[in-house]
Structure formats: structure tokens, C-alpha cells
């Protein structure tokens, strides 16, 4: 059954869109949305060179010394191609669209991580059109963990995300329509064909322990990590009460925004999604006056991880307002 959404995001942020398009001149806001294709092909072309040299160290070299930091690289890099794809759901990449090229890096992008591209961009657009709902929001509704656990949440860094978010896109996936439900299901058949091929051919050519590390250890142990550090400075320390605080601010740092590829950047995306990711340092900076007239915080990872770990802080939820005893065992958004 097909389900019917309230674009819930749209019906609380009416101030907030007048505001924000006072907070930034017109020429500011012209300039940031400008699209260079040549330099997102670039960042793809750079991307994908990492992912060749982190793979042909991983099969190399047998050091715990040297391949260990490389599955880290490597698992960041298979992430960071559902940035990438991100930009092709948000048509930041070209001046004027062009379909069949948008479908083509739709594919290129999709398949390293092993998802569907048509899959994630139904999610994703809804993510935004609903964002600050409990129901409507996929993310938050399916795959934000409802057990206010350490154990549970350290689950999300494990080989068990994998079934955690498939199980996610299936319960979302099944209110689609049933055309788009095939096409997902053909998507992730290619995605899974491709990734045991790819196993398979390291295993025969190079050998069982050349493969785990080349493929085992950055795909199931390192990207849930990449995966699970990256949702944290999307939406878990907000302000459920103020729609201008529905994402986290984070502090822009060179390393984060190297390995995230600018998409820790996730509170000044949903504010202007039509900017492509390399600009998203500029219009933070663009933005700090609004962000010191609402009394905004800065988080960092480091601080998030001592909240989400340590504290045991629930997701959706103002970190601030919460001592770690007063919060419940258990969150239900």
C-alpha cells in the first residue's frame, strides 16, 4: 500500500525559509549555488583512485601496521560514494539537468556501497520532506535505534548494520509503488552481483586473508563505522521545539570535512539543499551570524561519541536539557 506523507518539514519551517532567505544576500546566495561539474568529476576521479590504491595495499601488504589504517581509508571511501550519490539526488552537479548522465553516476555511485540508487533517493527526498516527523521520516522512524541502549547503538558500528538498514528499506520500500519496488529490487541484485564478483575475484587471484582485508574488514567492520559516526552529526543532538535546530551543528573541521567529503556538513544542506557539497564550508561560515542569533551550539564527533556512548544520550533529543540519569532506558521516536 502506497503511503501518503504530510510534508511535515514544510508545514513547521515557514518562518525559518523567510528567514534564512534574509540571512544571506542574493548574491551570496547565487554564487554558492553555483555547479562546477569539472570539479565534482574531479573529487570523483580522486575518490575512486583512493579506492584502487587503498585495494591494492590491502592485498600487498600483510603488516597490521600498514593495513589496518588502509581498510579505514578504504571503508570511508566506499561510504563516501553515497555522498556523492547524494549530489546526484539534489542535481548539484550539472548547470541544467541531464538525465542520462545523473543515471549513469546514479549507478557508478550506488554500486560500491552495495545499495539502490532509486531506493535511496526515494529515501533521502523523503527524509527532507518530512524531516522533524516521528512517522514520516525514514530515517528517524526505521532506522534511529528505539532501544536507548550502549550495546544496541554499538550494534550500528558492527556487521549487524547491514541487516538493521535492510530491514529498514524493506518496511519503507513496501509502501512504494510496486513499479518502483521492482526497480529496487533489480538496483540491489546488480549491487550484490558486483560486490560478490569482486570478493570472489580477490579470493581466487590473491588468496582468503589478501580478501578479508581488501574487501571483508572495510566493507563489514570499517563503513558501519563511517556510516554510524557520520548519522550522529545528521539529527541525534537537536532541539525537537525550533525547526532551525532540527540538525546538528557541527564545527567544520579539515580532517572531517576530507574524510565525509563536506557531508558532516548536514544542518546547512538541509537549510540549502541546492548546494553542491564543496561549498557547504563557505555557506557555513556564511551563516554564522543566524546561528549566534538563535543561540546555536557547536557539537564535534569526539563530543557526540562521549554523548551517545558514554552519557547514553537518546537520538532526536536536545543533549543539553538531559542529565544521563533522567534519561528513559528506552526512546520511542
Known sequence: MTSV????????????????????????LKALHVKNAPRHLAI?????????????????????????????????????????????????????????????????????????????????????????????????????????????KLLYCSPALFPIYFRAARREGATYPVALQRQIAFERRVSIATHLAALATVWISFGFYAAARAYVIPVFFVFPIAFTLNRLGQHYDIDPADPAKWGTLMRGQWFWDFAFLNSNYHLEHHYFAGVPFYRLPALQRALVPFYERHGMRWQNYSGLLYGWLVENRPPHSDWSQQTPAAMPARNTL
Not at 506523507?5 to 551570496?28: G, I, N, P
Open 5 to 28: 506523507k504530510e510534508h511535515y518539514f514544510s508545514q513547521h519551517a515557514v518562518e525559518l525559509r523567510a528567514e534564512l532567505s534574509r540571512a544571506l544576500t542574493r548574491e551570496q
Open 44 to 152: 570523483t576521479a580522486r575518490q575512486f583512485a583512493i579506492l584502487a590504491l587503498a585495494t591494492w595495499g590491502l592485498i600487498a601488504v600483510a603488516n597490521p601496521l600498514i593495513w589496518i589504517p588502509l581498510a579505514f581509508v578504504q571503508g570511508f571511501t566506499i561510504f563516501n560514494f553515497t555522498v556523492l550519490l547524494h549530489e546526484v539526488v539534489h542535481h548539484t552537479i550539472f548547470d541544467r539537468r541531464h538525465p542520462r548522465a545523473e543515471r549513469a553516476l546514479a549507478w557508478l555511485y550506488a554500486v560500491p556501497s552495495g545499495i539502490s540508487s532509486s531506493q535511496f533517493t526515494r529515501w533521502h527526498l523523503d527524509h527532507h520532506a518530512e524531516l522533524g516527523s516521528d512517522e514520516d521520516d525514514p530515517k528517524r522512524h526505521h532506522l534511529s535505534p528505539k532501544i536507548n541502549a550502549r550495546w544496541y
